[in-house]
């Protein structure tokens, strides 16, 4: 069965960092892309930033650019989201769904195919 599993998040203040990470099982990540999503209360769940098969293609969604990394270790069916100078407004729910990769890195979460349960990041000020 294809599962993927989120951890690292937690309680941090602004300023701070945390690195997340998402873990395939049941098939390789081969050919995979991966996105991460996060969402807050009561909104809709939006793309973070994605990473190709390869690592070839790489998206950030324009509030978090310069702040958060994406990055992917194949051969541990790892991907990783490395978060720094976070914001209050980046609490939320965060989850990592995997698409085919010749399909890209879209924005919608109805392209992706299954999905981890999603690992709490909670930012004070």
């Known amino acids: 069965q294809d599962q993927l599993v989120e951890s690292g998040g937690g309680l941090v203040q602004a300023g701070d960092s945390l690195r997340l990470l998402c873990v395939g099982s049941?098939?390789?990540?081969?050919?995979?892309?991966i996105g991460w999503f996060r969402q807050a209360p009561g909104k809709e769940r939006d793309f973070v930033a994605g990473?190709?098969?390869?690592?070839?293609?790489?998206k950030y969604r324009t509030p978090v650019k310069g702040r958060f990394t994406i990055a992917r270790d194949n051969s541990k069916n790892t991907v990783y989201l490395q978060m720094d100078s976070l914001k209050p407004e980046d609490t939320a729910v965060y989850y990592c769904?995997?698409?085919?990769?010749?399909?890209?890195?879209?924005?919608?979460?109805?392209?992706?195919?299954?999905w981890g349960q999603g690992t709490q990041v909670t930012v004070s000020s």
């Open positions: 769904g995997a698409i085919p990769d010749e399909m890209g890195l879209p924005f919608s979460e109805k392209f992706y195919d299954y």
């Open positions: 049941g098939r390789t990540f081969s050919n995979t892309a």
């Open positions: 990473i190709s098969w390869s690592s070839d293609k790489i």
